[in-house]
């Protein structure tokens, strides 16, 4: 039995249309210059562009072999590392801001269906998100959710910058389904990320559900689903 549904945030519920992605990145980086050169840092735009794409690279690798998060204030110490300058802490909380919010300025769009499902079933059962955040903090994803109309439908709200683990950490799955207070084995979790998503609800003992638009089949998958709109018939049949 189904007793809760949890939901990845990035290209589940939400994802970036056309270039926004690429805007963001270029207000991300020109904004931070501004901010360092504020604070007496003399280098050039590339240095930035190259520190933040350095960290990015090592996110994801910590993130795979440790299962851990590696969160925006440890990759912002990580580029200013690379960029060989200490700011004073006013300069450095105004290079967070401006690593850490231009989701804010360029924020990704809901995908079809999925404000609509989100609503529906957290009428009917407890919902929780589970996203691993990448630059963007759960305290910024939270104003996504808020403008979008939904923030208050989930009961809980887990950010692995927060908890400090990653999907396909079971550690993650197993926090959110406590939170919620059901058994691992009565949530079903879905995601468009195979690994972290399906198998990593699957190998904790969740229900996964792929969402995947070229549609196909995964054994290990409680359900395939093409568009959030199918996730009701999913739910039901559960």
Partial sequence: MIKAVTFDFWSTLFDDIGDVGHRRQEWRVATMQQALAKGGWQGELEQVIAAVGEAEGQCTTIRH?????????????????????????????????AYT????????DPLPGAISVVKEISRELPIALISNTGITPGSVLRRVL?????????????????????????????????????????????????????????????????????????????????????????VLRG
């Avoid at 998958?221 to 093409?226: D, E, F, G, Q, R």
């Fill in 65 to 97: 072999l440790g299962g851990v998060d590696f969160t925006p204030e440890e990759q912002l110490t990580a580029i200013l590392n690379m960029l060989e300058f200490n700011p004073s802490p006013v300069v450095r909380d105004e290079v967070f801001e």
């Fill in 146 to 234: 808020a403008k979008a109309g939904i923030l208050e439908c989930f009961k809980v709200l887990t950010f692995s910058n927060e908890v400090n683990m990653v999907k396909p950490n079971p550690g993650i799955f197993l926090h959110t389904a406590h939170q919620l207070g059901v058994d691992i084995s009565e949530t079903l979790h879905v995601g468009d990320n195979f690994r972290a998503d399906v198998l990593g609800a699957v190998g904790v003992g969740a229900k996964g559900v792929w969402l995947n638009p070229q549609g196909g089949s995964a054994p290990e998958a409680y359900a395939v689903i093409k568009a959030m709109a199918e996730l009701r018939d999913v």
């Fill in 101 to 108: 919010t231009a989701v804010d300025h360029f924020p990704p």
